[in-house]
């Protein structure tokens, strides 16, 4: 028997945002996902989170302002009270370039350790700007793993809808590593994407995860593949084409090991 025979939770995805080459927004990137236009490669554009106060603005690094872009992107959507959200921010590396400095650092004499770069180095960095950035003293939580970090946070997000009653920003992000550590962990490109999350209503739109253990599903459109299989938080892009082309379906996400998770969508 299927988890989804019992009874599996549901929620609303009351709104999208997402960052990554070509996919520059929720707005222009949804008619691409619903398969209405094209999918053309851009390099990503330089940001400057807006809820970000100046002197946090100037430390935030390349991960903090890529989750800051899908973040803000979401909640602007909306007019959502971003003060008032729970949040649970996703990576699965975090900031590997001020992990590259650090090291780098740290095999020179003399050591001399950036307090910036050591203020950065935490897993939790995003969500702490976030807080900060916001105003807000509601609870955050910040989880990894690895290739399925869309789906731990997703997970996570969905528990916190249902434990607190209440909305829930996800946010999952990943930029790319210097070498050498990029050789190791070679991600294609930077992305981010965060999804405002909200208890399900009699008749709104909706969906429900469940264990499962079938394969990952690829995107439907297969120009977007390389994208899905280049960064972590683009995992999420299955789903995320069901949601803008407004279409009913289940796929798959990537979990741990051979333990899959399944997302039944309902516009």
């Keep these: ?14 709104s999208v945002g997402i960052a990554a080459p070509g996919l520059a927004g929720w707005t222009a990137s949804a008619p691409i996902l619903a398969g209405v236009a094209p999918y053309v490669a851009a390099a990503e554009t330089p940001y400057a989170p807006a809820l970000l106060p100046p002197n946090e603005r100037r430390r935030a690094t390349t991960s903090v302002r890529l989750a800051f872009r899908a973040a803000e992107d979401a909640v602007t959507q909306v007019n959502a009270d971003a003060r008032a959200l729970a949040s649970v921010f996703s990576s699965s590396d975090a900031d590997m370039a001020v992990l590259h400095r650090i090291c780098d650092a740290l095999s020179k004499t003399p050591r001399i350790i950036s307090p910036t770069d050591f203020h950065n180095s935490v897993h939790n960095a995003a969500s702490g700007y976030w807080s900060i950035g916001v105003g807000s003293t509601a609870p955050t939580t910040t989880v990894c793993a690895y290739d399925a970090s869309f789906t731990a946070g997703l997970i996570e997000a969905v528990g916190l809808v249902h434990s607190r009653a209440s909305d829930v920003l996800l946010v999952v992000y990943d930029a790319t590593a210097p070498q050498p550590l990029g050789a190791k962990r070679p991600l294609a490109m930077n ?33 977007l593949e390389p994208l899905r299989l280049g960064n972590p938080a683009l995992r999420a892009l299955p789903l995320l084409e069901l949601v803008a082309a407004k279409r009913t379906g289940e796929i798959t996400l990537r979990g741990t090991g051979s333990l899959h998770v399944s997302v039944r969508y309902s516009p």
């Design 1 to 14: 028997m299927r988890s989804a025979d019992i009874d599996a939770p549901r929620c609303v995805i009351r």
């Design 191 to 223: 992305a981010g994407v965060a999804m405002l999350l909200g208890r399900a209503d009699a008749g709104a739109g909706s969906f429900a995860i469940d264990l499962d253990g079938a394969a990952e599903t690829p995107c439907g459109n297969t120009s």
